[in-house]
């Protein structure tokens, strides 16, 4: 029984606020990829997911792990509103000056990527855009972190699901309509990111700055952040790197397909992230007080509440794959058993719990760091076996083993050291 006091009925409310943003979310990533796919075809699509799945790892590592920090740190030190935009502007000086060598990799190197690493010629116009947009997605990442960091959860959604994702489909339609190439569709997604990025230094910065003192450097924030950003890092390509693996290895159609079945199956996360969205800097706040046994009923209830609501996503996702893929079309439906696969990982993830943001939060970041850089090269090992002997089906099983790898032995540890099982 999920008992509820009013800050986990607050916790609730929150939650379900961010899952109907999050369907909202959905609804137009997937119109978004069904246009893609329709309009520019499958092969752009596997472009597309590939230079995309590049973009969003460039973005990950040279955010320096800023964004997880600045959640952590606001929660553990109970900082105001005034304080935390300071903390803010100390990591984005520290990631705008780093990522000027992101863009000149992809700048200087687009040329032999796509010749020599995938052999698509057509992926150097894609890395000339990331090229020119990069900051600015790093920009959106830390935006994005610090509006949760504030618990300013409407403005995060917003950002996070309505407005790039408005701007997305609108400018699909347009280039689309002007008969421009398959680039052009990762052009819009750029072009959606800057104008949201705008907006949000806007919506951030649109007072006049007090005088507020944090004592913490820009480097020490940075210090502080690097086994945040190797745990976000490996994470991410955990769940990516069969991607990038596919592109290697097979053909941009079997991309396309894997990733739209990949993403499909990924609905399954929905109750997931929007629980942990709220819960995340709550936990930094409880872990901060030293009020390790409220912590333990918050995992407890937030973990049940993912369990219950998750299982009859996730079955409507295994008994109707077919029927779901269909809609992206008829070549896709050829993903359905890696839908289910990717499904069954999305249902562990449901019974384990929120366990990688409860070590970020409690000074645990250099286990988790350590367990997503072992589960990382567990699963480029698997993809390189059975990608192979099974296709886009090794590729999903690489991912669910492991997915269920990472989790136990998070489990394990939080267990050694909070004294709680985060299980359903």
């Given amino acids: 029984m999920i008992l509820l006091n009013n800050s986990f009925k607050k916790i609730i409310s929150s939650s379900g606020v961010n899952f109907i943003f999050r369907i909202f979310g959905l609804i137009t990533s997937f119109l978004s990829t069904i246009l893609i796919s329709r309009l520019y075809g499958v092969t752009t699509m596997g472009n597309y997911s590939l230079v995309f799945t590049l973009s969003q790892a460039a973005a990950i590592i040279f955010t320096l792990g800023i964004p997880n920090t600045l959640i952590k740190i606001i929660g553990n030190h109970d900082y105001n509103y005034l304080q935390a935009k300071k903390l803010l502007l100390k990591g984005i000086k520290g990631a705008l000056l780093f990522s000027t060598i992101p863009v000149l990799i992809f ?21 000339l855009i990331i090229t020119i947009s990069l900051p600015l997605f ?11 960091a504030t618990k ?3 403005k995060y959604n917003l950002f996070m699901f309505v407005v790039p994702n408005v701007f997305l489909i609108a400018l699909l339609y347009l ?26 230094i806007i919506t951030v910065f649109n007072s006049k700055p007090q005088k507020v003192e944090i004592h913490l450097r820009t480097f020490d924030l940075i210090k502080t952040a690097t086994p945040l950003l190797f745990s976000g890092l490996f994470l991410y390509l955990m769940n990516w790197t069969n991607t990038i693996m596919l592109g290697i290895m097979t053909d941009a159609e079997q991309v396309g397909i894997y990733n739209i079945a990949y993403k499909v199956g990924s609905v399954g996360f929905l109750v997931i992230v929007s629980v942990s969205t709220v819960i995340t800097p709550k936990m930094a706040e409880l872990y901060g007080k030293g009020e390790l046994t409220e912590l333990r009923k918050l995992t407890h209830n937030s973990t049940r509440l993912i369990a219950i609501l998750s299982v009859p996503i996730v079955l409507l996702l295994i008994f109707l ?22 499904s069954l990982g999305v249902l562990f993830s449901a019974m384990a719990g929120n366990v990688d943001q409860i070590l970020n939060m409690t000074n645990n970041q250099n ?19 059975l990608i192979p002997l099974y296709g886009i089906e090794g590729a999903a099983t690489s991912s669910l083993i492991t997915n269920i790898l990472i989790n136990l032995f998070c489990i394990l540890y939080i267990k050694k050291r909070l004294g709680f099982y985060t299980l359903f």
């Fill in 175 to 200: 280039f689309f309509s002007f008969q421009k190439s398959g680039h052009y569709s990762f052009m819009a997604f750029a072009f959606a990111i800057i104008a949201t990025v705008f907006m949000e």
């Fill in 321 to 342: 794959s077919k029927f779901i893929l269909s809609f992206f079309g008829s070549e896709v439906v050829a993903g359905s058993n890696t839908l289910i696969i990717v």
């Fill in 107 to 127: 700048y200087l190197g687009g040329d032999f990527l796509a010749k020599t690493v995938f052999s698509n010629i057509e992926l150097k116009n894609y890395f």
């Fill in 138 to 148: 790093i920009l959106h990442e830390i935006f994005l972190y610090f509006l949760i």
């Fill in 367 to 385: 286990i988790l760091r350590n367990i997503t850089i072992f589960c990382f090269f567990v699963n480029v090992l698997l993809s390189y076996f």
């Fill in 152 to 154: 300013k959860f409407m």
